[in-house]
């Protein structure tokens, strides 16, 4: 195997990590996001808990867990088993209050993480008309430096755009 080495008094090269290192340090300016990551930034303790509850109360795990807790409750407070054990009986009013009680917290939860759900895709949707704004001026830029009509682009946009719009209204758009 051959290994090239590189002085550091060619030229050639100089000029190249140059130019590489001003792209690298443009590119690193920008100020690039990613909504995860600001969402996470901004997530207290209340807030990563909530998650939690809401994934393990969405989940076939909680499904299980409480027809096992309502057959064994039942069970004891009928007499099916552990017989004079019965600290409940029939309408099981305790067993009622106490799911009623899960219910309002689940609920509260949910909404918690539904909020969190809503703040998130508010931030994405910022982000992306962020990115459609700098991908419009460095459309434009680019058009004009490689001497395009940008009224002529546009023209073709739209007429795609609504070609696009008649066929999903027929029916009969293709994606």
């Known amino acids: 195997m051959t290994t090239i080495s590189h002085s550091s008094t ?4 100089a000029m190249i990590e140059s130019a590489d290192a001003a792209a690298d340090a443009a590119f690193a300016a920008r100020s690039t996001k990613n909504s ?10 209340q807030d990563i808990a909530a998650d939690k509850i809401t994934n393990f109360a969405g989940s076939l ?9 309502f057959f064994i ?4 407070n009928t007499g099916i088993v552990f017989g004079g054990l019965a600290f ?6 305790l067993l ?4 009623s009680l899960e219910a309002i917290f689940l609920s509260t939860f949910v909404m918690v993480s539904q909020n969190r ?10 982000l992306d008309f962020e990115t459609n704004i700098r991908a419009e001026v460095w459309a434009l830029h680019i058009g004009a430096a490689l001497k395009i009509d940008p009224d002529h682009v546009e023209h073709a946009v739209q007429t795609a ?11 009969t758009a293709t994606y």
């Open 10 to 13: 060619c030229a050639v090269c």
């Open 36 to 45: 995860n990551e600001l969402v996470r930034a901004a997530m207290r303790a």
């Open 61 to 69: 795990r909680f499904v299980y867990l409480h027809g096992v807790w």
């Open 73 to 76: 409750w039942i069970a004891i």
């Open 88 to 93: 409940d009986t029939y309408p099981f009013g």
């Open 96 to 99: 009622t209050m106490i799911v």
């Open 117 to 126: 759900q809503a703040r998130r895709e508010s931030i994405r949707g910022e």
């Open 161 to 171: 755009l609504d070609s696009a719009r008649e066929a999903q209204e027929r029916g």
